[in-house]
């Protein structure tokens, strides 16, 4: 006894209709009629993109293993839905199968940093190993992204050591640079400040000069009988003076010791107490 069934497909979605166990058409989406028993829907295909995350542990042409992931964008080409469902039991063990094949073939001849490098290259070769094979079971690889690669703790431990070690290096460098510039900025500022004292210090001496000898010319000329002799030594006491004062008046200064000896028993005096009071 056969009646008629109705099932609904989804949008993105077709059917695959059997009779007595034979294919015999799609049930496209909306609602659709078979004829049981002799008809039945087998099963549903999906035209959504779908993605497929395989993990591949493997090593490189330096020794080091490292996990790859690699996600895998796929969907059903319209035109080949018979090839999609009947030719392959099940299509994600053979997309895994084939970037298992091209990962393990690849990554052994490239080194670690190398890897890093050619994400973009082996994200190729990959989709075009899927595309020419799975083509022709109906699938239409849209895109393959090598979205992690992952080597073992110690070597990331190893390649940060790396790289601290090197920006330390050029730090080091940069802080000496700049230590060196500083010295041979504050070398040239030392040089100059002496180079302008040296200058003050003899326009100073020609100052005192040019004074003492208007000041000799102008005593001669007002004391009579004068000799340039007497009046230098004069100046020369009066400077003398004044420098004494000078060093009296400091903050340090305890005690100013004024030479007028006479004898020798002078100088042991002088010298006692200059002893005594530099304890």
């Known amino acids: 006894m056969c009646f008629p069934c109705c099932f609904t497909i989804s949008?993105?979605?077709v059917g695959v209709i059997e009779t007595w166990g034979k294919y015999t058409g799609l049930a496209?989406?909306?609602?659709?009629i078979i004829i049981c028993p002799m008809q039945f829907m087998a099963g549903k295909i999906s035209f959504r993109v779908q993605?497929?995350?395989?993990?591949?542990?493997?090593?490189?042409?330096?020794?080091?293993?490292?996990?790859?992931?690699?996600?895998?964008?796929?969907?059903?080409?319209?035109?080949?839905?018979?090839?999609?469902?009947?030719?392959?039991?099940?299509?994600?063990?053979?997309?895994?199968?084939?970037?298992?094949?091209?990962?393990?073939?690849?990554?052994p001849h490239l080194e670690l940093d190398a890897v890093f490098e050619a994400k973009?290259?082996?994200?190729?070769?990959?989709?075009?190993?899927?595309?020419?094979?799975?083509?022709?079971?109906?699938?239409?690889?849209?895109?393959?992204?090598?979205?992690?690669?992952?080597?073992?703790?110690?070597?990331?431990?190893?390649?940060?050591e790396i790289n601290s070690s090197k920006r330390l290096k050029y730090a080091v460098a940069e802080r000496a640079e700049g230590d060196?510039?500083?010295?041979?900025?504050?070398?040239?500022?030392?040089?100059?400040?002496?180079?302008?004292?040296?200058?003050?210090?003899?326009?100073?001496?020609?100052?005192?000069?040019?004074?003492?000898?208007?000041?000799?010319v102008d005593f001669s000329g007002q004391v009579e009988g004068s000799s340039t002799k007497e009046v230098m030594d004069l100046l020369l006491l009066t400077q003398y003076f004044d420098m004494v004062r000078d060093v009296g008046q400091a903050n340090h200064c305890k005690t100013t010791f004024t030479p007028s000896v006479v004898g020798i028993s002078d100088t042991m005096r002088n010298a006692i107490l200059q002893a005594n009071d530099g304890k």
């Open 28 to 32: 496209q989406p909306g609602c659709n």
């Open 180 to 216: 060196k510039i500083l010295q041979v900025k504050a070398a040239e500022a030392e040089a100059e400040a002496k180079y302008l004292s040296g200058v003050g210090v003899a326009k100073q001496r020609k100052a005192i000069i040019d004074g003492l000898r208007s000041s000799i």
């Open 120 to 160: 973009e290259e082996l994200a190729l070769a990959v989709k075009n190993a899927l595309a020419e094979t799975m083509t022709t079971y109906g699938y239409q690889i849209v895109n393959v992204l090598i979205t992690d690669l992952d080597p073992d703790q110690r070597v990331k431990s190893a390649m940060n």
């Open 51 to 107: 993605q497929l995350n395989v993990r591949v542990e493997t090593k490189t042409m330096d020794n080091v293993f490292l996990t790859a992931v690699v996600s895998v964008q796929y969907q059903v080409l319209r035109d080949k839905v018979y090839e999609a469902f009947y030719a392959l039991t099940n299509p994600n063990q053979q997309i895994t199968a084939h970037v298992y094949d091209v990962m393990r073939s690849q990554l």
């Open 11 to 13: 949008t993105a979605e």
